[in-house]
């Protein structure tokens, strides 16, 4: 599979991923869905909704991407991924179509498709009540799409993959609304204006009804709590209070407040129906899991991993690492892909680090260090900056240079600037 064509090959059609559903019989269409997409945020939302589908004792499917360790965790069902054999035993069941619909066609399919179809043939064959979908790239030619959702999620819009979808935000919006399908229910983040006009005007056009958050839902109040927060929500239907969330950020508190809605929408679409059950949401919550999200790796001193790979997200979580986070001294590790916006993803930690150490990840679209150094000098300073040739090194030195002035208890280091980033360094410092 990791032969084929990469998940950024921009090519697009739905042509070959329908072609192959066609060949399996569409197992798509063997499971009612809820599809997500936006620019960020969208696999810790997809494990929220994930949680609380499972806590109303539906069997769920989960599709998210990228991975941090191995890509099995991509089809997770019942909350756990799919096992080495179950893979490889649905990978051989469809191998024989898989290599008929690459004869069909002159370009072959891709590893995003053929690993889409597998997870649409696993929830299949499974069965699952729902699947939770999280959209590769874009959503209008994402492979994914040959779902028909009965709820479409978009979370926050920003300016990324420019080369793939646009370089305006009404631009990767168009590309994103193509999941808004006839008769859903489209549960909208709250988006900048030129982003929710162009959701707004794709869901009148296909007839959906849409739930906007600030308005028809929403987070009514947040506290700090140990290990995350504790939140009330305004969902479609009533309020949840005193709900705990061991995930830290606002952000992580809105997309909370998206899941909920998602779920009270595809649970009662009609007007009028009645609320979740407060407890239900309060036990999936507080049980939800989000690695490689500002996740806590080491402690002592604390060491957080984190996947933000553009300026909104890191932005997003700066403001979380500051709120929550009474550091003293902390020090930054940052590996990043080449084809990234570079200083809008270092200018909010700017701040937040006292140094930083830039490396690389074990990605081939990784930025070189000397490159990444150049540009972080540009944004920190000089002598603020240290470069270091592999990951491993380069979370030694941060953890000397966070110590180096301060108790352990008060010092942190944060590594962050990719998924795949995050992925290397929880596997380095925890073994997974």
């Known amino acids: 599979m990791l032969a084929r064509t990469g998940e950024a090959f921009a090519n697009p059609t739905l042509e070959r991923i ?10 798509q269409r ?5 599809h997500v997409t936006g620019t960020n945020g969208k696999t810790s939302t997809a494990r929220m909704i994930d949680a609380l589908l499972r806590e109303r004792r539906l069997r769920v499917g989960r599709y998210t991407s990228p991975h941090l360790h191995t890509m099995r965790e991509r089809i997770v069902v019942d909350g756990e991924p799919v096992s080495e054999e179950r893979f490889v035993a649905a990978y051989e069941d469809i191998r024989p179509y898989i290599e008929m619909a690459d004869a069909a066609d002159e370009i072959p399919l891709s590893y995003f498709e053929v690993l889409t179809a597998l997870a649409y043939s696993v929830f299949a064959d499974t069965p699952v009540d729902v699947a939770v979908v999280e959209v590769g790239l874009g959503g209008t030619w994402d492979a994914t799409n040959v779902i028909d959702a009965d709820v479409a999620v978009v979370t926050p819009i920003s300016i990324d993959h420019t080369r793939l979808l646009g370089d305006t935000v009404e631009d990767i919006a168009v590309e994103k609304a193509g999941i808004i399908k006839p008769g859903s229910i489209a549960v909208l983040a709250q988006q900048p204006l030129p982003a929710a006009e162009v959701l707004m005007r794709r869901a009148g056009e296909v007839g959906a009804r849409v739930a906007r958050e600030g308005l028809e839902f929403g987070v009514a109040h947040r ?10 929500l305004k969902g479609l239907r009533g309020g949840y ?14 997309n ?12 009662a679409p009609g007007e009028g129906d009645d609320r979740l059950d407060p407890d239900l949401v309060a036990a999936a919550l507080a049980e939800v899991e989000s690695p490689g999200r500002l996740e806590i790796v080491r402690t002592g001193p604390t060491v957080l991993v984190d996947a933000a790979h553009n300026p909104a997200g890191m932005a997003a979580s700066a403001a979380a690492v500051e709120e929550d986070f009474g550091f003293t001294r902390l020090v930054g590790v940052l590996a990043v892909m080449a084809d990234k916006d570079i200083e809008g993803i270092l200018e ?20 070189a260090p000397d490159d990444l150094a150049a540009a972080a000098a540009a944004v920190f300073g000089p002598d603020r900056v ?21 108790e352990p208890s008060g010092a942190g280091v944060l590594i962050t600037g990719s998924v795949v980033t995050a992925g290397d360094a929880a596997h380095l410092i925890k073994g997974e």
Do not use: K, W, Y
Not at 18 to 27: E, H, K, N, R
Not at 30 to 34: M, P, S, T, W
Not at 387 to 404: N, S
């Open 18 to 27: 329908a072609g192959l559903m066609d060949l399996l019989g569409q197992p």
């Open 30 to 34: 063997g499971f009612r869905a809820i």
């Open 223 to 232: 506290d700090l709590a140990v290990g995350g927060q504790r939140i009330a």
């Open 241 to 254: 209070e005193d709900v705990p969330l061991p995930l830290f950020g606002a952000h992580q508190a809105g």
């Open 256 to 267: 909370a407040a998206v899941a909920v809605a998602a779920v009270e929408a595809f649970a």
């Open 348 to 367: 909010p930690l700017e701040p937040l680090l006292d140094e930083v150490v830039v490396t690389r990840n074990s990605s081939h679209r990784s930025l």
């Open 386 to 406: 240290r470069t270091a040739a592999r990951m491993d090194d380069a979370i030694d030195t941060a953890l000397a240079l966070a110590e180096e002035h301060g």
